[in-house]
């Protein structure tokens, strides 16, 4: 095992404690000294993840929780709640029914989870694992999150209900600049 802070391999165990059906350690890194937990449990499924080049690779649940506190590194987020996260997503993974799936949907359900809990990890986690096409991309994705009304089912509903004086004018006028200007001059 690696720590996940600083990726050397000098790990101690610290704490050690057996629920039942996990065995909770708490770990620390001999070199930095910063902790982290790891659970064991017993697997019934072998999960395997497909990579981009198609190879398959058995579900590591560690590099998980490793790429999610790297995101996370530095930010004020207690470590229960990353450690929650991991074990949203393994639960969600091992309730999908499969006996395989994508690192990109794997990645896709690291991005949600981080959207929610901390802007910087998600955009931290985003960048790395996204790789965004461009700037524009990375700036679209930026914008997004700093939107100060998020728009979800809910919220359009309201909207819908609002008198559409304010709506209307505000989209009218978006729409109708362009099409004076691409009007070629004759
Ligand atoms: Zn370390």
């Known amino acids: 095992m690696i720590c996940p802070y600083c990726r050397h391999e000098d790990i101690r165990v610290v704490d050690s404690r057996d629920s039942g059906d996990e065995i909770r350690r708490r770990r620390e890194c001999s070199v930095c000294l910063r902790r982290f937990t790891t659970y064991e449990r017993v697997q019934t499924r072998i999960f395997q993840v497909v990579k981009k080049d198609q190879r398959r690779e058995e579900l590591n649940t560690q590099k998980l929780l490793g790429s999610l506190f790297n995101a996370c590194a530095k930010r004020p987020l207690p470590v229960k709640a990353v450690e929650k996260i991991s074990k949203e997503i393994e639960t969600e993974?091992?309730?999908s029914g499969r006996s395989e799936?994508?690192?990109?949907?794997?990645?896709?359900?690291?991005?949600?989870?981080?959207?929610?809990?901390?802007r910087v990890a998600y955009i931290r986690y985003a960048s790395v694992y996204r790789s965004f096409q461009d700037i524009e991309t990375f700036k679209n994705e930026i914008d997004a999150l700093l939107d100060p009304q998020p728009v979800d089912p809910e919220m359009e509903n309201q909207l819908?209900?609002?008198?559409?004086t304010s709506l209307g004018k505000k989209g009218n006028r978006r729409r109708g600049r362009p099409r004076k200007e691409s009007i070629p001059a004759s």
């Open 93 to 95: 993974i091992m309730n």
């Open 101 to 118: 799936i994508s690192s990109k949907i794997i990645g896709d359900m690291v991005m949600d989870h981080l959207r929610k809990l901390d």
């Open 160 to 164: 819908s209900f609002l008198p559409d």
